[in-house]
Nanobody, 115 residues
């Protein structure tokens, strides 16, 4: 089991940047595959980025070249650096930890991109 707490969301103008953090506790963090998901009002929750225990990353096409996911196992934390933000990036962003078939979720942090 792992407990996750997201932070770093907020209101930014188009073209701006934010860095989201997800702090994990309660388990051996380094073995988990970590992911960032987002959900906009009326939409399905979608995968934004993922990083494996070995450090391999994958990104949704919509964020490639703009978002970067990283992990610091010594701090039990994963990050999502978001740049060149667009209004369509507006959503609640959720952190996910997966080990085998079990997934844990954080409570989410709101990101709003608006003029």
């Amino acid at each position: 089991q792992v407990q996750l707490v997201e932070s770093g969301g907020g209101l930014v103008q188009p073209g701006g940047s934010l860095r989201l953090s997800c702090a994990a506790s309660g388990s051996i963090f380094s073995v988990y595959t970590m992911g960032w998901y987002r959900q906009a009002p009326g939409a399905q929750r979608e995968l934004v980025a993922a990083i494996t225990s070995g450090g391999s990353t994958n990104y949704a096409d919509s964020v490639k070249g703009r978002f970067t996911m990283s992990r610091n196992n010594s701090k039990n934390t994963v990050y999502l650096q978001m740049t060149s933000l667009k209004p369509e990036d507006t959503a609640v962003y959720y952190c996910n930890a997966r080990l085998f078939s079990r997934s844990s979720w954080g409570q989410g942090t709101q990101v709003t991109v608006s003029s």
